[in-house]
């Protein structure tokens, strides 16, 4: 039996006012995506459902191997899923061509993980924000227009005008990560995704850097998807958290929510793995949820649910079965975000019947 997909869609219906609801920025809906050949393939998206709206922060997050890498790259039309369908502000960039998609492309954009990595080490400050002006020529059109936003992009994200003619050598790892932002904000983008963008930094600068995130959405109305490990990291910048696990989603909803409540015992688990300090400043760890085992294969995917293999609440229906989907105070707020999960036995809710 197919697992249950998890949706985390709204439709689009009429406002109060009688208006339409406009699409949301970005919407996937049951993507799939796998890769090799004949009976040897790996699942790396199974039925992914994911949005996100104008202006907020969706956080991405789950082990190595869970699909997010994957997802990223079919946000940012570097990948073609094989079944399911993407929309961006309603358009399937996936059917565009020529001046449609090269329009396309600059409404979204990538900060990466290591900022040293991913700029050109012969390249100056300026020479690095302005590179996507290369192919997208009308954004600033001409020499001069190019030196003045340059020095504009630098001073928004914290960095000194006099920095556009230095070399990534010679700046700290935040300073090569703001001017990464600058790059990815050089063409007025609707949506960035962020992979990792604080993971190779220490944490006084981390902190430093995702202010510079936090003032630029508010700023700007730039949206995110911020992929992570850090869990902390991920709470103090999303609107939603999206949770995955073996290439699908198994739980969603608005931050405080997945965080203080979580249904599915794989988020459990996570969030008790994440450190926390007392006031005496010592790391707590007493009550971390011990996993069983390995994250299974992703070319031999467990059958009824995929996390039962590691699951402490695991029972014979979660072989059998493919888990519902539960969704927490379903009535209590119509108008509020659902949070929803996929568990035969959801955390605080008592056992779902079959």
């Given at each position: 039996m197919p697992e249950t997909p998890l949706t985390d869609t709204t439709a689009a219906g009429p406002r109060a006012d009688g208006s339409a609801t406009p699409p949301p920025l970005l919407e996937v809906r049951g993507v799939t995506k796998s890769f090799g050949h004949g009976r040897r393939r790996l699942t790396a998206l199974d039925g992914v459902d994911v949005r996100v709206e104008r202006g907020e922060t969706l956080g991405l997050v789950g082990e190595s191997g869970c699909g997010k890498s994957t997802l990223a790259r079919v946000v940012l039309?570097?990948?073609r899923p094989d079944s399911g369908t993407v929309r961006f502000n309603g358009t399937d960039p996936f059917t565009l061509k020529g001046k449609e998609l090269l329009?396309?492309?600059?409404?979204?954009?990538?900060?990466?993980?290591?900022?040293?990595?991913?700029?050109?080490?012969?390249?100056s400050a300026a020479d690095l924000i302005g590179e996507p002006w290369r192919t997208h020529r009308d954004v600033v059109p001409t020499a001069q227009a190019r030196e003045r936003r340059v020095r504009?992009?630098?001073?928004?994200?914290?960095?000194?005008?006099?920095?556009?003619?230095?070399?990534?050598?010679?700046?700290?790892?935040?300073?090569?990560?703001?001017i990464g932002i600058a790059r990815a904000l050089a063409l007025d983008p609707d949506l960035i995704v962020c992979d990792e963008p604080v993971s190779a930094l220490d944490l006084s600068v981390q902190a430093q850097v995702l202010n510079v995130l936090s003032?630029?959405?508010?700023?700007?109305?730039?949206?995110?998807?911020?992929?992570?490990?850090?869990?902390?990291?991920?709470r103090h910048v999303s609107d939603r958290v999206t949770v995955m696990y073996l290439g699908k989603v198994i739980e969603h909803g608005p931050t405080e929510d997945v965080f203080d409540r979580p249904l599915h015992p794989y988020?459990?688990?996570?969030?008790?793995?994440?450190?926390t300090l007392d006031v005496s400043g010592q790391a707590q760890d007493d009550d971390e949820i011990q996993l069983r085992g390995e994250i299974p294969s992703p070319f031999d995917i467990p059958s009824g649910c995929r996390f039962r293999t590691r699951c402490w609440k695991s029972e014979a229906r979660c072989a059998e079965l493919a888990p519902p989907v539960v969704?927490?105070?379903?009535?209590?707020?119509?108008?509020?975000?659902?949070?929803?999960?996929?568990?035969?036995?959801?955390?605080?809710t008592g056992p779902t019947e079959a």
């Open positions: 039309g570097l990948e329009a396309w492309r600059r409404r979204v954009q990538m900060v990466f993980q290591d900022p040293f990595a991913s700029l050109n080490a012969r390249m504009e992009l630098l001073s928004l994200v914290g960095l000194r005008e006099s920095d556009a003619h230095r070399y990534p050598n010679e700046f700290s790892g935040g300073q090569r990560q703001r003032e630029l959405r508010e700023r700007l109305g730039v949206s995110y998807v911020f992929i992570s490990h850090d869990l902390s990291v991920v988020t459990a688990a996570l969030m008790s793995a994440a450190p969704t927490r105070d379903a009535t209590a707020d119509p108008g509020r975000e659902p949070h929803e999960g996929l568990c035969h036995f959801p955390l605080g």
